[in-house]
């Protein structure tokens, strides 16, 4: 019996072997050497210098340039959160509040913007927005404007894109929040003689905070870690803080000092994500994804 | 007893939330079929030309095969894993569970960019230079928490009593994996692959980092097309895209149902 139990006991540990494994050698060990290159030096010649040196955090941590962006990349996922949660919420409210088939297709079809590739639906708005766009046609062919009007590549843009890539997710979080609450709690506030307002305010709201949370925590850190969008949709002036990193070490080969800005942001977003977990739990984040 | 009046606002709220999120993609495919040369507005008429144009095009047909190559092996990889530590995790109760749980999914806890330098400036140094493996190593390591998520929702309502039935009745603990648990977990395994398959036929993020010069996937194609400008050939690539990806997991998910609907009503059928 004593050999069952070992066996048992043994079991999960042999299952998981391949998938810790993994996230052993490709993500933690790997993090600890990004650690290690931020503090090493480019060499002359383009290589690496394994000598200690602080200049890559004080460069990052003192420059302006660094922080200016920093703090834009901060703006902007914080501006796409807001409106992905304004404009998220009463949709995911209908979709609750909706019965049988109806809401089904409805979450079906929310299921189908996370199939369709990123980089279509970063560069679909080339085609509404673009100076030969959907848009700039159609006021052409009314007569409003004779010349087209360039509505790209500005931070709006940006925030337009991924408040596009982003709703889904703030969308179906929010929904699995509400989908839990029992609907006749608003009804029992409002026979109690609450308005429909303050028994949305006083119960539904409040008991859908851990889905908004799940939400906003994906939007922002989804938001803050993006590349390709200020690439596609915004100007040269548009840059976000990933697109440093990317920059560093893809195009100067200067990989110390991308190793040094990706741990910046992995601490910013990393202290978002730690902060939140203390207060909700990332199993909530699982309930959204599952 | 009547609607509130504040319903009729939300429901026309969600009909434009949803308009705004497809409207755009539509675009996209109604485009794909402009018989005009600019990838533009105003149509000029009905064309499948670009599709024709797409198909001989050896860059994108590379990068298709690519693409291809590299999401069904990343999937293959990354169900392996995942269906192995999703049953640890739901079969079995064992010290440091929920510590594994977070190291289970931490790779979408870490933003992507950060999980790219990392890997890359790692492997780097243990002399991997950029190239197909190391491709394949980042996608795996990126899927497997979406794996891991889907795989364990579904194994929560696969029972146990037909596992044990087997054991006691002299089957090996892999005879019982092979012949009993994985014919159950079948439609979790598969939702896991097809997933997996989605996220890395559609990645560009991580692949712009590992992906060696000259190898290019549907995406990072794309993405280089754009730099110049967008063309109706950008359009009919990605109308191919979403048609892929799209309705492969419709596909899937038919089928699926199909599946399932036939075993359970053999299931039922008294033996």
């Not at chain 1, 069952?4 to 072997?17: D, N």
């Not at chain 1, 290690?36 to 060499?43: A, E, G, I, M, Q």
């Not at chain 1, 709703?167 to 609450?194: Q, W």
């Not at chain 2, 899937?252 to 059928?269: D, E, I, K, N, Y």
Request: overall charge neutral; hydrophobic content about 55%.
């Amino acid at each position: 019996m004593a050999s069952i139990e070992q066996a048992e006991r043994r079991a999960p540990w042999i299952l998981l072997s391949p998938a810790l494994t993994a996230v052993g050698l490709l993500l933690l060990v790997p993090l600890v050497f990004v650690l290690v290159y931020s503090f090493w030096l480019r060499s002359a010649v383009g290589g690496i210098d394994a000598t200690f040196s602080f200049n890559n955090w004080a460069e990052v941590l003192g420059d302006r340039f660094y922080r200016d962006i920093l703090l834009q990349t901060i703006k902007i996922a914080l501006i796409t959160t807001v409106v992905c949660a304004l404009a998220g919420y009463p949709a995911a409210y209908f979709i609750a509040r909706v019965k049988g088939v109806n809401r089904g297709f409805l979450l079906l079809l929310l299921m189908l913007p996370f199939w369709v590739s990123y980089i279509i639906r970063t560069m679909s708005w080339i085609n509404i927005l673009g100076v030969s766009g959907a848009v700039n046609s159609l006021l052409q062919a009314m007569g409003i404007v004779t010349d087209p009007i360039q509505m790209l590549y500005n931070e709006t843009t940006v925030v337009l894109g991924l408040v596009h890539y982003l709703l889904p997710f703030m969308i179906l979080n929010i929904y699995v929040s509400l989908d839990g609450i029992d609907t006749t709690l608003e009804d029992a506030a409002h026979s109690l003689g609450a308005t429909r307002w303050q028994a949305f305010t006083e119960v539904t709201l409040p008991l859908s905070m851990p889905g908004l949370g799940a939400g906003a925590l994906l939007c922002f850190v989804l938001g803050a870690g993006t590349y390709i969008t200020p690439i596609i949709l915004g100007g040269p002036r548009d840059a976000m803080f990933a697109n440093l990193v990317f920059d560093a070490i893809i195009t100067q080969l200067d990989w110390p000092l991308g190793a040094a800005l990706s741990l910046a942001l992995l601490v910013v977003l990393g202290t978002v994500v730690v902060v939140y977990n203390r207060f909700a739990g990332l199993g909530q984040l699982a309930k959204g994804l599952g | 007893m009547r609607k509130p009046t504040g319903f009729t606002w939300i429901t026309l709220w969600t009909i434009f939330v949803y308009l705004f999120m497809f409207l755009p993609i539509g675009v996209v495919v109604l485009l794909s079929f402009n018989a005009s040369q600019f990838g533009s507005f105003p149509m000029t008429g009905f064309s499948l030309q670009w599709f024709g144009e797409l198909a001989t095009n050896d860059a994108i047909i590379r990068a298709f095969q690519t693409s291809a190559l590299l999401g069904i092996l990343t999937a293959i990889i990354s169900t392996t894993i995942g269906v192995l530590a999703s049953l640890a995790m739901v079969r079995y109760d064992f010290p440091g569970k929920t510590t594994i749980s977070t190291l289970l999914i931490a790779p979408i806890l870490v933003p992507e960019v950060v999980l790219a330098v990392a890997l890359l400036l790692f492997l780097q140094l243990m002399n991997v230079p950029k190239s197909f493996p190391l491709l394949l190593m980042g996608h795996v390591i990126f899927t497997l928490p979406f794996v891991v998520l889907v795989v364990q929702a579904r194994l929560i309502g696969v029972r146990r009593d037909y596992e044990e039935a087997a054991m006691s009745l002299g089957a090996s603990p892999i005879q019982t994996f092979f012949r009993v648990t994985l014919p159950l977990i079948m439609p979790a395994v598969m939702a896991g692959a097809l997933f997996a398959f989605t996220i890395s036929f559609d990645d560009i993020t991580g692949t712009l980092f590992w992906k060696p010069g000259g190898v290019e996937t549907v995406p990072t194609q794309i993405f280089a097309m754009l730099r110049n400008s967008i063309s109706p050939e950008i359009n009919a690539l990605g109308t191919v895209m979403i048609v892929l990806t799209v309705g492969l997991p419709l596909l899937g998910l038919a089928v699926m149902r199909q599946v399932s609907a036939r075993q359970g009503a053999q299931a039922g059928a008294p033996a």
